[in-house]
């Protein structure tokens, strides 16, 4: 099977990756119904087609995610590039916690690792900012880690500048992850700068707004009950119904360039830097075929940049995460 990735220097770390990722998150569950066989199916389709970034975290499905991409992944381990993370947990009752002590890092890698059949991870980020631990402390541990060689590279997710620029004095930053799309443009303002001074990669997580933006659904109330979605602010009530103007302006821009909405999102955040990379979720092979496709699109920077402002017009309504992990983003 031909290999249709597009392929970029992750930031300073010297690796050339596919900069269409695999977000893994949703492979498992999460997004409504699981289906094992046809998760599998796209994930192996994925490697055919030259998909080498793989993007999963300690707390989806509390380590069963991991478990799965490991498996998937083992005999294809020289091949592929794995990202995980931790920071986000969960206490006895359940309530989510940020927890950034060494200790907890230096305990979840070794977790981590046992998850995904590997005497290493490619990446590993701070999944979020513990507030209660000075950043210094908390990669500093993860710099004993890659100098133990459990780790080759360090992220970042959801941080601020000042973070980002306190952790790469104590060891180099690889890249740093945050949500960026047509409708979440916050790290315009300064991560987007920041990491192009530093050459640290920019990973972006749910460039089609968890499928909104592909128009894979108008409103909260179309998701199957246990789809994590149903909670999120942008989705329901008036804020779902003014949203979806957003989503027809992108499929009416998509269909002059015989293109999906799906795809437009795509290539749009892949336009805007080449120290970009994108970690969309796909859990079907049509959405696998879907997404790269995104990376043969002829657009203009003018007709992206006219997207972006009809986009940015209509201004979304609501927040991009419920109340609890709108708090723990580090600002």
């Not at 970042?156 to 000042?162: A, D, P, R």
């Amino acid at each position: 099977m031909q290999s249709q990735t597009l392929i970029r220097s992750l930031g300073n770390s010297g690796v050339q990756l596919s900069a269409l990722g695999f977000g893994c998150m949703g492979l498992v569950g999460w997004y409504g119904e699981r289906n094992d066989d046809e998760a599998r199916a796209t994930v192996l389709e994925a490697l055919e087609r030259g998909v080498t970034h793989y993007d999963t975290a300690h707390i989806y499905q509390n380590g069963a995610n991991e478990q799965f991409v490991g498996e998937l992944l083992k005999l294809r381990r020289s091949q592929v590039f794995i990202a995980t993370k931790y920071g986000i947990t969960r206490d006895s009752s359940g309530a989510t916690v940020i927890d950034n002590h060494p200790n907890s890092l230096r305990a979840a890698v070794e977790s981590s690792l046992q998850r995904l059949a590997t005497d290493h991870i490619d990446l590993f980020y701070l999944h979020r900012i513990d507030k209660r631990v000075p950043i210094e402390e908390s990669v500093g541990a993860l710099k004993e880690l890659v100098i133990a060689g459990k780790l080759r590279h360090l992220g970042l997710s959801e941080c601020s500048v000042s973070t980002l620029r306190r952790a790469h004095l104590v060891h180099p930053i690889t890249a740093v992850q945050t949500e960026y799309s047509l409708w979440s443009r916050d790290a315009e303002q300064d991560m987007l700068p920041a990491c192009r001074e530093l050459e640290v990669a920019f990973v972006a997580y749910s460039p089609m707004g968890r499928g909104f933006l592909a128009g894979n659904f108008r409103t909260a109330d179309e998701l199957p009950d246990n789809d994590v979605r149903k909670r999120q602010p942008r989705f329901v009530g008036e804020n779902g119904a003014h949203n979806a103007k957003l989503v027809d302006a992108i499929k009416a821009f998509a269909a002059q360039h015989t293109a999906t909405a799906a795809q437009i999102a795509i290539a749009w955040v892949l336009a805007q830097g080449e120290h970009i990379h994108v970690i969309p979720g796909m859990k079907t092979r049509a959405h696998l075929r879907d997404n790269l496709a995104a990376l043969n699109l002829k657009v203009t920077a003018g007709e992206w940049q006219q997207l972006a402002k009809t986009i940015a017009a209509l201004a979304p309504h609501g927040d991009r995460h419920p109340p609890v992990m709108m708090a723990a983003i580090d600002r």
